[in-house]
């Protein structure tokens, strides 16, 4: 069984830490506390007491429903392509629908292909296809390189919005 915990600010630099090793575009330390002082929760997955990841989110309630925001959602690199993503999808799912939640809403790489596939089999859908949203590693390789002069450096690939209706 997996629980979520709410984590606490000193616990954002270990999930930043651990994201670093787990995926080719982790979010910084940085970016994860200034969208929880925004507003966003972030939540510590777990198995009795393994931290195997965490998932931000923003809940924003709406004049006729409740919505949230999937921001980001990380398994960590010793706990992947073992069900945890799946199980604690289902974990947030059941939380969010606790809170009256009635819709998801997240954004994913078209690249992604294992979350796409985490979040088609709890029920999400793509709704829209947001065009050369995410910069790829490529190119920030060749800002950090120094690329010559004319040398294109922006590279971006697709991002597919997805929606999950809560029943």
Not at 5 to 33: F, G, H
Not at 48 to 54: D, E, H, K, R
Not at 97 to 109: D, G, I, N, P, Y
Request: aromatic content about 8%; charged content about 15%.
């Amino acid at each position: 069984m997996i629980n979520l915990v709410e984590a606490t600010p000193p616990q954002l630099a270990m999930l930043a830490q651990q994201e670093a090793q787990a995926s080719a575009y982790p979010w910084s330390l940085s970016a994860l506390r200034t969208s929880v002082e925004a507003g966003s929760t972030c939540y510590i997955f777990q198995r009795n007491t393994t931290v195997l990841g965490y998932a931000l989110l923003q809940i924003n309630e709406a004049v006729q429903s409740v919505q949230a925001e999937l921001l980001n959602f990380v398994v960590f690199k010793d706990h992947q392509q073992r069900g945890n993503g799946l199980a604690a999808m289902q974990s947030i799912y059941q939380h969010l629908k606790a809170q009256s939640v009635t819709e998801v809403f997240l954004e994913v790489r078209a690249t992604n292909i294992a979350a796409q596939s985490i979040y088609r089999a709890c029920g999400f859908e793509q709704i829209d296809v947001r065009k050369n949203y995410y910069p790829v590693q490529e190119a920030k390789q060749k800002r950090q390189q120094g690329a010559s002069a004319g040398e294109p450096v922006v590279s971006c690939e697709d991002a597919l919005c997805m929606r999950l209706v809560l029943t």
